[in-house]
C-alpha cells in the first residue's frame, strides 16, 4: 500500500458519526420552562391582585369638574405609579394607580387633572394636594436625582405619593414651585 492509502485509510478509520440528538429530552426540557415560567407570571399576578384587594378600601378616584379653569401650567410626559406617602416601595394598585403610562397633567385653580391614555385618569382637587418635590425613583423606577416629580396628595384617609417623569426635565421645577405655592395658599385658609 501506498503511503497516501495508509492515511486515507487510517483518517476514514478514525471518523466517528455524530452524537444523536435527543429529542425527547430537549422538548421536556423546553415543556418544563415554559411551566416555569407560566407559573412565575401567574404568581406575580396573584399578588397584583391580592394587593389590590387589600387597598379596596381606597374610595374611587375623583374625576375633573367640567369647567377646570384656566390652565395654570401643563406637561406630557409618564406616569410611573402611586406610592403610600413617604414609602416609595408601597405600591398602590387600587383603581388602576399601579398602571404605568403616558400622561398629560393639567394643573387649574381647582387642581391637579392627570389624564392617562388606555389607563383610567384621575383628578386631585386643589385642597387635597399637600406637596411636590424632586425625588430620585418611586416603586419600580429608579432614575437621576431629581429626575422625578413626585405629588402627594390625600385620598381618603390615606397619603399618596404619585411620580411623574416630564418629556422636558426642566419643566420638574416650576410644577414643583407652582403646587407648593398652591398647598401653601390652601393650608392657610383651612
Known amino acids: 500500500m501506498t ?8 483518517l476514514a478509520a478514525e471518523k466517528k458519526s455524530a452524537a444523536v440528538t435527543d429529542w425527547a429530552a430537549r422538548i421536556g426540557w423546553l415543556v418544563g420552562l415554559a411551566l416555569f415560567v407560566a407559573l412565575v407570571y401567574w404568581l406575580m399576578r396573584e399578588g397584583w391582585k391580592w394587593r389590590g384587594t387589600l387597598q379596596s378600601d381606597l374610595p374611587e378616584l375623583p374625576t375633573a369638574p367640567r369647567e377646570p379653569g384656566e390652565a395654570r401650567l401643563t406637561m406630557t410626559g409618564r406616569y410611573h405609579g ?22 398629560e397633567l393639567t394643573l387649574t385653580d381647582a387642581g391637579l387633572d392627570v389624564v392617562r391614555p388606555g389607563a383610567t ?6 385642597a387635597q394636594l399637600r406637596e411636590a418635590r424632586l425625588d430620585k425613583g418611586i416603586a419600580g423606577k429608579v432614575l437621576t436625582e431629581g429626575g422625578l416629580l413626585v405629588v402627594t396628595w390625600a385620598h381618603g384617609d390615606r397619603l399618596i ?23 401653601n395658599k390652601t393650608e392657610g385658609a383651612r
Do not use: K, Y
Not at 87 to 100: E, S
Not at 121 to 126: A, Q
Open 121 to 126: 385618569d384621575f383628578f386631585v382637587p386643589v
Open 82 to 103: 402611586s406610592t403610600t406617602a413617604g414609602q416609595w416601595l408601597d405600591r398602590i394598585v387600587a383603581h388602576g394607580l399601579g398602571t404605568r403610562s403616558r400622561a
Open 3 to 10: 503511503p497516501v492509502t495508509l492515511l486515507a485509510a487510517s
Open 161 to 183: 405619593d404619585s411620580g411623574f417623569r416630564s418629556d422636558h426635565a426642566a419643566e420638574h421645577t416650576e410644577w414643583v414651585d407652582t403646587l407648593n405655592q398652591m398647598t
